[in-house]
Each structure stands twice: as structure tokens, then as C-alpha cells.
């Protein structure tokens, strides 16, 4: 057992920092034509007419491709409502209207800015809030802007409300995310010797970019080829396709190799958010801190078109009472459309949001019911058969008491008792902490498999080396180094003996998208029965060689009134200690240290386990305190990484990674997934440590200095108002 | 980026010639400015004249002045011991300033002509006065969480970039240019002009001017100075609000006070009302707030900037604070 557990360094790591490593726009090679979007900038409106005649005349300008040229003119991951060149309608500032293709990419954009666009610009939604009154304009003529309204129910809110000895409110907002990966969109497309449409760019999942793409073109999908060149991070990101299908249609349309890429500027425009979400919640518990009741109601804004924004709901709506089981649940969860940018995928899918309030509120009830939040926390954490909000129990494995107990343990040794240094100093520090639970791998019935071929070379009395044919995306995360070690681990071979094929949707078989923290667990557990079952052929005198698809436990639906189903087939737990220094004259908030302690089952390599640690906490502090995405009347007025704010070397803690190993009874190895975790928690603890350090609760992210000041100014104004205890 | 073409000059003389004679050509230096603003089409130079042979990048002593060469790079003024000695407002704001890379390209008259960081003027698609006179201001009643609580007008409601200008402004610094009608020295207080209705004019310079250097004059209470940056993230981000101050303090007592704003208004805002009300005064924290509440009085929130009065205030006192108890 040397091959899992250990840190082998990245075999791909080298070539990434020296710059050797080849991504998406490192793929463009001479007299490729070039292509180059027309975005509308504008959040509504009927397009009237395109004239391209202009543009046609330029120099350099081979060809202005618009929505006409498009055989099926829609696309989308859950629904396929998103256009990929406009028709007559515009919904979003960075809808496309027309691509153009030149010899050059200064043609293509000298030919964009000539395309003629005459427009009537049309009423503006952008509060997903509004979007529920009647009499507001409709993003989607033909249906409701209210996307999906899941509820749950379980047990009686009122009555536990009536019968409480404490029962609080609060209000909570989210902003957009961006994901900034670090290189933006980018592709070249065009068809091989075999008249296959071959697109080589960067995603999140091989096969389902093929699904799409062939059905925009109408072709049989095995006539689509997609492969992955070195992906510069997703995190959810390029799940949805952005600049891909349009590279794509430039290539199909005019049967000559096309390249494309976005501008940082165009990328931030042009692909979808972390969306935003307002929560008013409603909790509710006994004197001896016993959590009797969540009330709580969530309205994310899902932009323009349906993205994942449905999933996202769900998953915040089965989150809003966070790592907790409550007798009580009262959920109701709703995601509009307006014209905003697109809300999907990003690291955490809707758990950070959900958690962010949930955490703040056991928090605020403890201090209401005057214990300590760690007590309230340990009286209400999931155990092993707790029945979730959706009625039955949670899957085995419930991880939460122990990355709980361990985190105060190690949050003893590592953070220093606060300082309050009163009112002499301007700079206050606090420690918070919270929970969190977060589902590895597709929710909600979603159809969920991961396919692995493996292929062995073999002698009459060893098995000399492998091919391991799985179909997944390395996004940086180093999921094939992680496949890899699996894939040796099970047939007893030294890495080098490990071929991984990988990154083309011809060659390898589709293992689903590298998301949802999924592609150790069901990649890994496809590669390790795949090896095992091709070396016992191996030993039976058999074909050494199998495919087999691995499906977890099932998952199914939530009906939409009461929340009853199976969502998840498994959960990932973690715990967090912050600690925060406060500058109460500026409202400054610094995350000085975290402890981040995490159930991964088995940490397949653990150098890459605790980066993804890392990594995910430099999004979770972007996200609680500096990104602070600007979407206003449908416009956005953060597109460039000068105006948003990442955060950089300097903003980050001290980080204390924590792996805790509670095996999983599905993961190969007992592995299960953990990428996303660290984001899901971290808000409510900045939260927390920023009461503990000055009194002030900020309800909503990201915490800016005027939030922070604002935040400071009330609690100060209402020191004396305590809640009141009711008999 | 429109295309356009590209020209070395070998001396200032050949340089403003260059210039002079395109009124559409634009001098580079170290291009961290210009280059963005090609990209994002808010300018369109014909001819860019590379200014980086015409003259050295010294920082000379002589006496009680320093004289900083236009050329110099940020990173240059900002490591100098006489600069960090005497004039440290100058040397933090500096190194509070962009990032690394950025202070070792990013020329000091580059810096000095920096424009505003505003979304709308970004946007070629918003409307702007800046951009184009007359089109209409969009930030007034739009997202105006980093513009202007001071010297702001009907037509623009921006914010001054440069942490460098705001130093430059407290230390009553004196900016050397080179011209079509030769040579000329300017206050900084003249050199930076109030949008007004003509926001599309930033500075006194006029067409193919160029700065050659930079010069500050010692006194005790720019040797006690300091810059105070509040920003959203801990390094490479322009400031919601800064201040640079010095003052001269003997036996307690304040002699002399120097205190610019930064992130507050279209131009470095200078505040002599409270300078004057701190001389004379004693080293105490009653008296910086009373200053700051000075210093603020005149300030006007749009929105989402109201915060920066009382963050402006708070940051003023903290200034004050850093450089009472330091003399």
C-alpha cells in the first residue's frame, strides 16, 4: 500500500510553471482564421436587423456568422434555453449576437466593431426579487421568470415557533463570484481526415460538450471529437460552454481551422457567476440549546438563462440548515431569471450561500440563549443516521462530529486566546467557527456513472504495464495523478507503468464532469474495479482488459412541495477556526489564521488534498470579503481584474489544513471528495470572529469596509437591545 | 486596439517634435498605463513616441531639493534612501501603489498622467463626459461606490488615481515640463484641473508637453510624514480613501501640518483649512480629530460613496496618529 497516501509530486507541475505546459490558445498555429464575437452590451432588447455588409467588406473578413447559421440554435447543461448566437431577442449584456471570422484576430475585431446592430432596447429586470411580482417584464417570453420554487417541509415551524424559549431573525445577501480562472476561454476548431469536427479546447466534461455541440450542428455525436489541452482551473466555471460551440460553429460553417479566444474582459462578461442570493431566516431553539425550528427563505438570481441554476437551488435549499438536524424545516427556495448575467456552477454550488446564513444563525441563537456556540453546535451536529431535512436518513459516513471536535482541538493549539484590546487600539481580533456539509458527486436523481476501460500488457506470470482509458478532466486539481495512483495501487505497478488516456472524447470513455468534488470517488472507484476486474480476467486466462461503469447508490428527485427524496448518494464534512483582525476605524477585515478540517474518507495524495485546501480558501476569502462582482442595470462594471478584487499573496491567512480519514463505503480506498468543502463554511466563521472581534454581525458578502463600518455603527447603536427570552 | 504606429525619440527636443506635429500621437514610457487604455479602445493614439532614451531616471540631492527625473521608475523613487528620509509620504504612497512589476516599469510622469480607474469611463459603451464631452456622466445616479466626495461636478463625479499625485500635493511639489513653447514649471496644485464641465481636460499640460522631472522641497514636516492607504484588498488595489500627512511637531506643540486626500476627489485633494487648524495646536488626538472633521466638512456622498466621509475622517486621524507619535 504505497501508491495512495503518499505525496507523489504533479508529473504535470514542471512544465506548468516553466511555462512548457500547452493550454487552449497555446493550440493556435499559423493561417488559422480567426474569430470574434459580437456581444450585444446591452441587458434587453429586440434585435431589429444585423448588417454585416460592412464588416463583409473589410479586409481580412472571410465570413459573419449569425444565429441563421446555426442548425439547432440552443444549448444548455440542464435546459437547453441559451441561444448560441441571438435570434431577435437579447437577455444579458454578454449575449452574442454575430461572430465574425477573419484571416487575423485584428480583421475579426476590426470586423466586429463594423457589424450593424439595430436594436429596440426592452424593459430591464435585474432584481430576482422582482422577478416574482406580477406585472414585471419576462426574460423568457414563453415562461414564468420564476426558474424553480423547491420547497421543504418537515415537522411543524409554527408550533415550534409558539413553544420555543428563543426564537431569532435575520436577513442575509450573497454577491456574484467570479471564477477568474487562469486562462481565460479559448479553443481551436476544425475537421480532421476522418470529416470529423474536432474541437480542442478546455471544460469540465469531454463528453457532455460533444453531447451539446453535436446537437447544435446536428451531427451524430462520434463525428464530434473533443479534446482537452492543459486546463487552467474551472472551478465550475466551464462547465457551461462560453467561447467552445462558437469556435466551434466558425469551423463546422466554413470547413477551414478556426481559432478563438476571450479577453479577460470578455470572458468575465461572457460566462456565468456564483449566483447571488438574498436569505431571510428564521430559527428558533430550547433553553438547553436544542435547534427546534429553521425557517428559512432563499431567492437567488439565475441571470438570463437556466444554467445549472435549478441544481444550485436545490442544493442551497437542502443546505439552509447546514450540518444540523432540526426537527423542524420550513424551506422554500427560489431562483428567477432576470437580466443579469448567468448564475451555474462555482466551487460550493449553492452550500456556501445556504451556509453562510445557517452558520451565522446558530451562532446569533446560541449567544440569544447565552451558551457557547461550540455547545449548541455539538447538540445539533449530524450524526451517523440522522434523517435530513428531506426525510430519510443521510448516507453512511457522517463525518461532522469528528472534523467538529478535531478542529477545536487543533484551533486550540494554533489560535492565541483574542486580544481585545478595547478602546485603545483600532485593530480587534476575534475567533469564529463553523460547519459545513457539502454532497460529493450528482444530486437529485441526476443520472450518475463513471466509465474507465483499462487495458493491461501482461506476461504468463506478471502484469507488465496498463492503459487507463477514463475520460475526465484534469482542471488542475491533479485528478489524473490521482487516477493514476488508484489505478497502481490496485494492480500493483509503479506509476511509470500507468498510461492514462485521458483528454479525448474518442479515446476514452466518459466518466462524467470533473464537479461536484465527484472525480476521485466515482473516477477512482471506476478505475479501481476496472483494474481489478481486468487483472482477475488476467488470472482467469481471460481478455486482460475491461470496461466497467461504476454507478453509486441512487439519487432521487425532491418533490418540489415537501422536499421528500434521496438527494444525495454522499456528503463531505468540514469545520472551520478563524481568526480575524478587525479595523473598527476603516472596517478592514484581515483573516490573520485558519484551521480547515476535512473528512476526505482517504487522502489518495495528500500534498494535492491539502492544495486543494489552500486554493478553495483563496476563493472563500474572495468571496467573504474582496470580489465584489458590480452587475448593475444589467451591466457589468467589474470586468477587469483591476476593478476585481482577487485576493493576492498578501490577503491570505495562515492556513492549517486538517485531514481527517473516516472512510467512505463507496470511494475506492474509502476516498470520497473534498475540492469544494473549504469554500462551504468559511463566510459564517468570518462572520462569527468578526462579531467576537468587535460586536457587529455583517450579513452580507462580500464584507466591505462600508459593510463592516455600517455593520459596526448598528450594533454599537443597539447594545443595549438584547433578544428577549420568552417563558 | 486600433493599430497604430510606434517611434523612438533620442532626446526631449525630438520627442516634443515628434508629438507636436500629431494631434493624435501620445508619448510611452513604461507603458503600464497607456497600454490599458489602447486595449480597452478609451484611447486611440496614431503614434506613440518611446520617451525611455531621452533622459536619465536620477534622483539627485542638492541642498534642501530633491529632483526626481520624469523617467525615473517607480520602484526607483520609492527604494531611494533620501526619499525615504526625508520626504517617506512620497516612499509610501509608492510602495502602497500598484505591485511589484508594475512600480518597475510604471515611469513617474507615466504615473503622474494616470487617469481615473471610474467603470463608465472604461466602458466604451457608457456614456462618459470624460471620454466624450457632452454624453452625460454615468456614474452620477449609477454605481458610484469609488467616486468623489469632494470637487466633483455635473459632468463628472471621478477620482483621481495615483497615490504618487496625492504625496506630491501634501509635499507642494513642483512638476518641470518640456514643450512645444519650451520649458515650464508647474505647482501641482495648478497642475490638476477640476472636471467642471470641460471633465475631458485633466491637467494644465498642453499637447506634446512633456514632464521631465519632478521636484520637492525639504522642510521638517515633510520628513515626518506618512501615507495612510484603505483599500479593498491588501496590495494591488487602488485606494477607496488615503491621506498623505506630515507635520512638523516641536515640544508637543504642531508648527507646520501638510495633509492631502487621495480616493476622495477628481483631483489630489489638498485641505489647508485643516493644516491650518492643527498649527499651533498640541500633538493630541483631539486635535487630529478635530482636524479630520475639518478636513471632511465639505464633503458630499452621491450614494454608495457616503461611507467615505466618515472612512476619510477616520483615516485622517490615523495619519495623524502614525506620524504624532512617531516625532
Known amino acids: ?727 | 486596439m486600433k493599430p497604430f504606429r510606434y517611434a523612438r525619440a533620442r532626446d526631449p527636443q525630438e520627442a516634443v517634435q515628434m508629438v507636436a506635429v500629431d494631434a493624435a500621437a501620445s508619448f510611452v514610457a513604461g507603458g503600464t498605463t497607456v497600454l490599458d487604455l489602447m486595449k480597452d479602445d478609451v484611447e486611440r493614439p496614431s503614434l506613440l513616441v518611446d520617451i525611455n532614451g531621452v533622459a536619465g531616471r536620477a534622483i539627485v540631492r542638492a541642498g534642501d531639493e530633491i529632483a526626481i527625473a520624469a523617467l525615473a521608475r517607480m520602484s526607483d523613487v520609492a527604494d531611494d534612501p533620501e526619499i525615504a528620509k526625508h520626504a517617506p509620504m512620497v516612499a509610501n504612497a509608492l510602495l502602497q501603489s500598484a505591485s511589484p512589476q508594475l512600480r518597475n516599469m510604471a515611469s513617474i510622469g507615466g504615473n503622474l498622467m494616470q487617469r481615473t480607474r471610474c467603470s463608465y469611463f472604461r466602458d466604451i459603451v457608457a456614456p462618459c463626459n470624460k471620454r466624450r464631452r457632452g454624453d452625460g456622466c454615468s456614474a452620477i445616479g449609477g454605481e458610484n461606490r469609488r467616486h468623489a466626495i469632494f470637487g466633483g461636478s455635473e459632468s463628472c463625479i471621478c477620482v483621481h488615481a495615483s497615490d504618487l499625485a496625492v504625496a506630491l500635493a501634501a509635499a507642494d511639489a513642483t512638476i518641470h515640463t518640456n514643450g512645444p513653447g519650451g520649458t515650464r514649471a508647474i505647482q501641482v496644485s495648478d497642475f490638476y484641473l477640476l472636471p467642471r464641465d470641460t471633465p475631458n481636460v485633466e491637467t494644465a499640460l498642453h499637447h506634446a508637453e512633456l514632464i521631465s522631472s519632478v521636484t520637492l522641497s525639504l522642510d521638517p514636516a515633510l520628513a515626518n510624514s506618512t501615507y495612510v492607504k484603505v483599500r479593498d484588498r491588501a496590495q494591488y488595489e487602488f485606494a477607496l480613501v488615503s491621506v498623505a500627512a506630515g507635520m512638523e511637531i516641536v515640544g508637543g506643540t504642531i508648527r507646520a501640518a501638510r495633509i492631502a486626500l487621495g480616493g476622495v476627489a477628481p483631483i489630489p485633494w489638498r485641505v489647508p483649512e485643516a493644516e491650518a487648524a492643527l498649527v499651533g495646536r498640541p500633538a493630541t488626538a483631539a486635535s487630529y480629530r478635530e482636524a479630520a472633521e475639518i478636513a471632511l466638512a465639505g464633503a458630499r456622498g452621491c450614494g454608495g460613496n457616503d461611507f467615505k466621509v466618515a472612512l476619510a475622517a477616520n483615516a485622517v486621524v490615523r495619519a495623524l496618529e502614525q506620524i504624532g507619535s512617531a516625532a
Not at chain 1, 328 to 355: E, K, L, M, W
Open chain 1, 1 to 727: 500500500m504505497t501508491k495512495i497516501g503518499t505525496s507523489i509530486p504533479r508529473p504535470d507541475a514542471h512544465d506548468k510553471v516553466t511555462g512548457a505546459a500547452l493550454y487552449p490558445a497555446d493550440l493556435i498555429r499559423e493561417g488559422m482564421l480567426h474569430a470574434k464575437a459580437v456581444f450585444a452590451h446591452r441587458p434587453s432588447a429586440r434585435i431589429l436587423r444585423i448588417d454585416a455588409s460592412t464588416a463583409l467588406a473589410m479586409p481580412g473578413v472571410r465570413a459573419v456568422l449569425t444565429a441563421a447559421d446555426v442548425p439547432y440554435n440552443r444549448f444548455g447543461l440542464i435546459e437547453t434555453d441559451q441561444p448560441l448566437l441571438c435570434e431577435d431577442r437579447v437577455r444579458f449584456s454578454g449575449d452574442r449576437v454575430a461572430l465574425v471570422v477573419a484571416q487575423t484576430p485584428e480583421a475579426a475585431a476590426a470586423g466586429a466593431s463594423a457589424v450593424k446592430v439595430e436594436y429596440e432596447d426592452l424593459p430591464v429586470l435585474t432584481d430576482p426579487r422582482d422577478a416574482l411580482e406580477p406585472d414585471v417584464p419576462r426574460v423568457h417570453e414563453d415562461r414564468s421568470n420564476v426558474l424553480l420554487h423547491q420547497k421543504i417541509r418537515k415537522g411543524d415551524v409554527d408550533a415550534a415557533f409558539a413553544s420555543a424559549d428563543v426564537v431569532i431573525e435575520g436577513e442575509f445577501s450573497t454577491g456574484w463570484q467570479e471564477h477568474a480562472y487562469l486562462q481565460p476561454d479559448a479553443g481551436i476548431a476544425y475537421w480532421d481526415e476522418q470529416e470529423r469536427l474536432v474541437l480542442e479546447t478546455a471544460g469540465q466534461w469531454l463528453h457532455e460538450d460533444r453531447r451539446q455541440i453535436a446537437a447544435m450542428f446536428e451531427m451524430p455525436e462520434e463525428r464530434v471529437v473533443i479534446r482537452y489541452a492543459k486546463i487552467g482551473g474551472a472551478f465550475g466555471g466551464r462547465e457551461d460552454l462560453s467561447l467552445p460551440p462558437l469556435v466551434a460553429l466558425a469551423a463546422w460553417k466554413l470547413k477551414v481551422p478556426v481559432a478563438m479566444q476571450w479577453s479577460r474582459e470578455e470572458s468575465i462578461v461572457g460566462h456565468h457567476k456564483r449566483h447571488p442570493f438574498f436569505i431571510t431566516s428564521k430559527w428558533a431553539a430550547k433553553r438547553d440549546g436544542t435547534i427546534l425550528a429553521a425557517q428559512t427563505r432563499l431567492v437567488a438570481d439565475g441571470g438570463a438563462y437556466a444554467s445549472t441554476s435549478a441544481e444550485v437551488l436545490k442544493c442551497a435549499t437542502i443546505f439552509a440548515t447546514g450540518p444540523y438536524e432540526i426537527a423542524n424545516v420550513a424551506t422554500d427556495g427560489i431562483v428567477c431569471y432576470t437580466n443579469n448575467v448567468p448564475s451555474g456552477a462555482f466551487r460550493g454550488f449553492g452550500a456556501p450561500q445556504a451556509h453562510f446564513a445557517a452558520e451565522s444563525m446558530v451562532t446569533r441563537l446560541a449567544h440569544a440563549l447565552g451558551l457557547d456556540p461550540v455547545d449548541v453546535r455539538r447538540k445539533n451536529l449530524y450524526r451517523e443516521g440522522s434523517i435530513e431535512s428531506t426525510g430519510l436518513p443521510l448516507p453512511a459516513g457522517v463525518g461532522a462530529r469528528e472534523v467538529f471536535e478535531r478542529c477545536l482541538e487543533e484551533a486550540r493549539e494554533v489560535l492565541p486566546v483574542p486580544l481585545h484590546n478595547g478602546a485603545v487600539s483600532p485593530l480587534r481580533r476575534g475567533i469564529g467557527i463553523a460547519c459545513g456539509i457539502k454532497n460529493v458527486g450528482y444530486s437529485f436523481g441526476f443520472p450518475e456513472q463513471a466509465t474507465a476501460t483499462v487495458e493491461l500488457e501482461v506476461t504468463p506470470v506478471s502484469i507488465r504495464s496498463a492503459n487507463v482509458r477514463i475520460g475526465t478532466a484534469d482542471v488542475g486539481q491533479g485528478a489524473h495523478l490521482v487516477l493514476r495512483q488508484i489505478a497502481a495501487e490496485a494492480l500493483d505497478l509503479d506509476l511509470e507503468r500507468v498510461r492514462m488516456i485521458t483528454d479525448d472524447s474518442s479515446e476514452a470513455p466518459n466518466a462524467g464532469s470533473a464537479s461536484a468534488s465527484r472525480m476521485t470517488l466515482m473516477g477512482g472507484r471506476a478505475v479501481k474495479d476496472a483494474c481489478d476486474q481486468a487483472r482477475r480476467q488476467w488470472l482467469a486466462g481471460e481478455e486482460p482488459s475491461a470496461t466497467v461503469q461504476y454507478r453509486p447508490p441512487r439519487t432521487t428527485p425532491l418533490d418540489l412541495e415537501t422536499g421528500e427524496g434521496t438527494p444525495n448518494y454522499c456528503y463531505g464534512y468540514v469545520a472551520q477556526a478563524a481568526e480575524v483582525e478587525v479595523d473598527v476605524r476603516t472596517g478592514l477585515v484581515r483573516v490573520v489564521r485558519v484551521v480547515s478540517v476535512h473528512d476526505v474518507g482517504r487522502a489518495i495524495n495528500r500534498r494535492q488534498v491539502e492544495g486543494q485546501i489552500e486554493g478553495c480558501l483563496a476563493q472563500a476569502i474572495g468571496f467573504a470579503l474582496t470580489e465584489n462582482f458590480i452587475c448593475r442595470d444589467g451591466k457589468v462594471l467589474t470586468p477587469y481584474l483591476s476593478t476585481y478584487l482577487l485576493p493576492t499573496a498578501l490577503d491570505m491567512p495562515e492556513i492549517h489544513p486538517v485531514i481527517v480519514e473516516g472512510a467512505d463505503p463507496n470511494g475506492p480506498y474509502g476516498a470520497r471528495g473534498m475540492a469544494e468543502m473549504a469554500l462551504v463554511p468559511f463566510a459564517g466563521a468570518v462572520a462569527a470572529a468578526v462579531h467576537d472581534a468587535t460586536g457587529a454581525w455583517v450579513s452580507d458578502l462580500p464584507m466591505t469596509p462600508e459593510r463592516v463600518l455600517h455593520a459596526i455603527k448598528e450594533s454599537t447603536k443597539n447594545r443595549l437591545v438584547t433578544p428577549a427570552m420568552s417563558s
